[in-house]
């Protein structure tokens, strides 16, 4: 049976001699070829940065929609950057009552960054990591600021595409309608994607030495505690790989890096970070926050409890935290009693992520592409990978968010995702049968 190649996480192996060391490999048929394939996909990125980047910075004013001289809709990026602008200012706590996280505070900062009344606002989920992410950019003006940060999402996209040894089809998912609407919005899902795939590649390589984890994991898990679920999604994974040492150094960094923001945060800041996160649905949200919340564009579990079979909303949510949560216990027991490879892991850790977590935004199903990433990482068979490729793309291509199939429900993407969690687990089953079988092939 043909399987999917494992140089693609490039570890060591054996020399012409047969000696430990490097291996050295004659240039292959092709490479040329795949490296212009890869150029070609990076030249795709920057166009889709910068036209969607220029097209952004045109309206005045920068990331608001105005209508009878007041807030209609903000911009992610700016409404954030100015968020945390105003946090670092020093005066948000105070206006806000007990926190930076209530809802006068958000109104209050609104006003500071758009410069007209504010009626609404787009409820900062974040945690307060994401202000020292965000705060050098408060040196900069907003829209240098913004160009700053689509920058950054071309440079991580450029080097996912440059670093990951896979199929060319696996690539595609970082250039698809979701890239465009990534950039338009501002939104993290480009670098996040890139987080996990740093996580991934370092925990693939590191297999052979059993490592404990190191400060790079940890300082990368530490940036993904912005948005917690992804951290959590991170963090277990490492877990899962008995890489408890880099989970605890970034949970460390986390808390005094939390500590020393607490002049800025405010003394009610937990409480109402909690209730904020308790009650991220239409439902449990005030009006001012409620408008933002859009589960029309997502394809996990909460939006079809709540849009496909009529739930209220913050049941649905409910639900699909309770289901998630107990399917994150239930992978690190597993794990704990039978390892499975690290790209395996990886991939179920993420799609458990996107098919369950209530709180995963539209363009983080680009993170698609560390689970095809980590499964061809692990020689499955060929036709398996292919068909989670295939899934994957055609899956992100009908995306309920935007494109030909935009707020049709139920979405074709929940049910590619649901065909995608199939083939992990089968790939799960396969290599557990392989190594029992002891056909588990070195690589090199």
Not at 129 to 134: A, D, E
Not at 371 to 393: F, S
Request: with cysteine.
């Amino acid at each position: 049976m043909g399987h999917v190649g494992r140089a693609s996480f490039g570890r060591s192996g054996y020399n012409q001699h047969g000696a430990p060391g490097q291996v050295r490999r004659a240039p292959r048929p092709g490479m040329a070829s795949r490296f212009r394939v890869r150029l070609l996909l990076i030249g795709g990125v920057i166009g889709l940065g910068l036209g969607t980047t220029v097209s952004a910075l045109r309206p005045e004013p920068f990331g608001v929609v105005v209508a009878d001289g007041r807030s209609e809709r903000l911009m992610d990026f700016a409404s954030h950057r100015g968020f945390a602008c105003a946090a670092w200012s020093g005066g948000l706590a105070r206006a806000g009552g007990t926190s930076i996280y209530t809802v006068d505070a958000h109104l209050k900062a609104t006003e500071r960054w758009t410069g007209l009344p504010a009626s609404i606002a787009l409820p900062f989920g974040y945690s307060p990591t994401m202000l020292w992410v965000l705060g050098p950019l408060c040196t900069l003006p907003a829209r240098w600021s913004y160009g700053a940060w689509s920058l950054a999402c071309v440079l991580a996209t450029a080097w996912m595409i440059l670093r990951a040894r896979v199929h060319w089809m696996a690539l595609l998912l970082l250039v698809t309608p979701l890239t465009v609407h990534a950039f338009a919005l501002g939104q993290t899902a480009l670098l996040t994607t890139a987080g996990l795939f740093f996580l991934l590649t370092r925990d693939a390589e590191g297999e052979s030495e059993r490592s404990q984890g190191s400060w790079g994991e940890s300082l990368v898990l530490w940036l993904l505690t912005a948005k917690p679920p992804i951290a959590a999604t991170g963090g277990l994974a490492l877990l899962a790989r008995r890489r408890g040492r880099s989970v605890a150094r970034a949970a460390a960094l986390t808390l005094v890096t939390t500590l020393a923001l607490t002049p800025w945060l405010g003394t009610g800041w937990v409480r109402d970070y909690l209730h904020l996160l308790g009650s991220y649905d239409r439902v449990g949200l005030p009006s001012a926050f409620a408008w933002s919340i859009v589960p029309e564009y997502m394809s996990n579990l909460r939006a079809a409890l709540h849009l496909d079979l009529g739930l209220s909303d913050d049941v649905a949510a409910r639900l699909s935290t309770i289901v998630w949560s107990a399917s994150l216990v239930g992978i690190l027991l597993a794990a704990w009693r039978r390892p499975l490879p690290a790209g395996l892991t990886w991939a179920l850790c993420i799609m458990t992520y996107l098919l369950l977590c209530p709180h995963v935004t539209t363009t983080e199903d680009v993170a698609l592409f560390c689970v095809l990433a980590g499964m061809e990482g692990e020689r499955v068979p060929k036709t398996l990978w292919i068909g989670a490729a295939t899934l994957a793309l055609v899956g992100l291509l009908l995306t309920p968010a935007i494109g030909p199939a935009a707020g049709r429900r139920p979405p074709v993407l929940f049910f590619a995702k649901l065909g995608l969690m199939a083939c992990v687990l089968v790939a799960g089953r396969f290599l557990t049968a392989r190594e029992a079988g002891g056909s588990r092939s070195e690589p090199g």
